[in-house]
T-cell receptor
Framework: EAGVAQSPRYKIIEKRQSVAFWCNPI?????LYWYQQILGQGPKLLIQ????????DSQLPKDRFSAERLKGVDSTLKIQPAKLEDSAVYLC??????????????FGPGTRLTVL | GQNIDQPTEMTATEGAIVQINCTYQ??????LFWYQQHAGEAPTFLSY????GLEEKGRFSSFLSRSKGYSYLLLKELQMKDSASYLC??????????????FGRGTSLIVHP
């Protein structure tokens, strides 16, 4: 079974530039999560999708971050414009469902973003 | 909202036993996960507890007390490869049956010979 795919693996940009990350979840997984993990901290949930609908985006800085999952499969996360404090690893995860009593998350390898 | 607390760092000796604690405060508890994360890698699932008690899986066990808002991860027969960050994550039950996970900062475990 193929895992969660993410690209790119690494990205270096200057502040005020834009960047986009792509995620392909495990086939059949209805729930998709985007996390931001700053060095030395745990993952912080940015947005959670159930199929193509948003379940929670309360911690997504909506003035600069946006995410979509148009067909309920792949997802993109965009930052526009980037700030220095956005330097982090962006993790995508998926689970079979977000509404069952048990939903183990499978994580992708992450995208390491450096903003200069 | 949630507040999850776990120690920042722990050290232990190869072959020994170590217990990593996690305390949490949440309004709609619906399960607690432990994940392992090696440096530069993505987290991988270790265990899940939703009812009180101990869940054992090989060298790893996880315990939950919902009334105390407390969990621990127990690692036995430590190996060098167990050096990693251990993340406690609590799932909140939103209205409508959707579950939102929140991770703690992680406990960095260093295993030395």
């Amino acid at each position: 079974e193929a895992g969660v795919a993410q690209s790119p693996r690494y990205k270096i940009i200057e502040k005020r530039q834009s960047v986009a990350f792509w995620c392909n979840p495990i086939s059949g997984h209805a729930t998709l999560y985007w996390y931001q993990q700053i060095l030395g901290q745990g993952p912080k949930l940015l947005i959670q999708f159930q199929n193509n609908g948003v379940v929670d985006d309360s911690q997504l800085p909506k003035d600069r971050f946006s995410a979509e999952r148009l067909k309920g499969v792949d997802s993109t996360l965009k930052i526009q414009p980037a700030k220095l404090e956005d330097s982090a690893v962006y993790l995508c995860a998926s689970s079979i469902s977000g509404t069952g009593i048990y939903n183990e998350q499978f994580f992708g390898p992450g995208t390491r973003l450096t903003v200069l | 909202g949630q507040n999850i607390d776990q120690p920042t760092e722990m050290t232990a000796t190869e072959g020994a036993i170590v217990q990593i604690n996690c305390t949490y405060q949440t309004s709609g508890f619906n399960g607690l996960f432990w994940y392992q994360q090696h440096a530069g890698e993505a987290p991988t699932f270790l265990s899940y507890n939703v009812l009180d008690g101990l869940e054992e899986k090989g060298r790893f066990s996880s315990f939950l007390s919902r009334s105390k808002g407390y969990s621990y991860l127990l690692l036995k027969e430590l190996q060098m490869k167990d050096s990693a960050s251990y993340l406690c994550a609590v799932r909140d039950d939103l209205s409508g049956g959707s579950y939102i996970p929140t991770f703690g900062r992680g406990t960095s475990l260093i295993v030395h010979p």
